[in-house]
């Protein structure tokens, strides 16, 4: 019998699996929302939330540039940044739309970025959404997110903002059409 024992094992020893989880944290946090199976997507959600809310614990210390820290705050966010950094790799590295490869650090942009969006917060960070089998091998596949507007330049959240901007366009313009109607001008 399995009692008490938390979390899935997928077939792996610790030390892989922990490296699993270690790329697919880096992954969603330099991407922020990356496609994986159902149960990988469920129990990266654990690793990613715990990830932020140590960022989060600090409060604006997180966020806050090192000159305007107390040495007591910048010890903080020091220990803070060295526990998520021991999960974490520092940096990764991301395409651009010119082909070009751009270097980021991760630990920077989940206390930077991701502890500043998510401010006012108190947990459930991130989303999953399930697409439905994979081709391949039947396997139920997932896209694990960060909520929140995301301000990176991919279609995510070019998507919302142009279907938001069509939805305001054509209510103008019923609401122009409209309005001469209503004002007894007739048309014909």
Do not use: C, W
């Not at 009692?3 to 922020?32: W, Y």
């Not at 140590?54 to 997180?62: D, F, I, P, S």
Request: proline share 2%; hydrophobic share 35%.
């Amino acid at each position: 019998m399995r009692h008490g024992n938390s979390g899935r094992k997928f077939g792996r020893n610790t030390s892989h699996r922990r490296a699993m989880f270690r790329n697919l944290a880096a992954n969603l946090v330099l991407h922020e929302r990356i496609e994986t199976t159902d149960a990988k997507a469920k129990e990266l959600r654990r690793v990613a939330e715990r990830l932020i809310t140590r960022a989060m614990r600090l409060g604006e210390v997180a966020y806050t540039t090192q000159d305007k820290l107390s040495d007591a705050d910048k010890a903080r966010r020091l220990h803070a940044q060295r526990l998520v950094a021991a999960y974490l790799p520092r940096f990764g590295t991301r395409v651009e739309k010119g082909g070009e490869t751009k270097k980021v650090d991760l630990v920077e942009k989940v206390f930077v970025e991701l502890a500043k969006r998510f401010k006012g917060r108190e947990g459930g960070y991130t989303r999953i959404i399930k697409f439905g089998p994979r081709r391949g091998d039947n396997a139920p596949i997932s896209l694990i997110e960060f909520v929140g507007a995301l301000e990176s330049k991919d279609g995510g959240a070019d998507e919302t903002k142009s279907q938001a901007k069509t939805t305001s366009k054509k209510s103008s313009k019923k609401a122009t059409a409209a309005a001469p109607t209503e004002g007894g001008a007739s048309t014909t």
